[in-house]
């Protein structure tokens, strides 16, 4: 059984910085592609950063310079460090594996940047 389980969301405040953390299991980690999505309210999901080796990434332009995605395949665990918040960055943030074609999802963890 595939499980994602993220941490690390959280309120702060505009120019602060969380750290969240997605620990996974059920999947050959190492060889999954991972990312971070998020979605806010009346918006669709959208990709924020995806890993699929440690030197290989992808960021959306809204988050490009602010965040970074990086993954512990010892501790099967991927984490994207924000910097910079902005108010537009509150959503709630969904971690994704991409194993064979197929997708497999976190809860959700809830970010909310405000003064």
């Known amino acids: 059984q595939v499980q994602l389980v993220e941490s690390g969301g959280g309120l702060v405040q505009p120019g602060g910085s969380l750290r969240l953390s997605c620990a996974a299991s059920?999947?050959?980690?190492?060889?999954?592609?991972m990312g971070w999505y998020r979605q806010a309210p009346g918006k669709e999901r959208e990709l924020v950063a995806g890993?699929?080796?440690?030197?290989?990434?992808n960021y959306a332009d809204s988050v490009k310079g602010r965040f970074t995605i990086s993954r512990d395949n010892a501790k099967n665990t991927v984490y994207l460090q924000m910097n910079s918040l902005k108010p537009e960055d509150t959503a709630v943030y969904y971690c994704?594996?991409?194993?064979?074609?197929?997708?497999?999802w976190g809860q959700g963890t809830q970010v909310t940047v405000s003064s």
């Open positions: 059920g999947i050959p980690f190492s060889i999954s592609a």
């Open positions: 994704n594996a991409k194993y064979k074609m197929v997708n497999f």
């Open positions: 890993i699929i080796s440690g030197v290989i990434t």
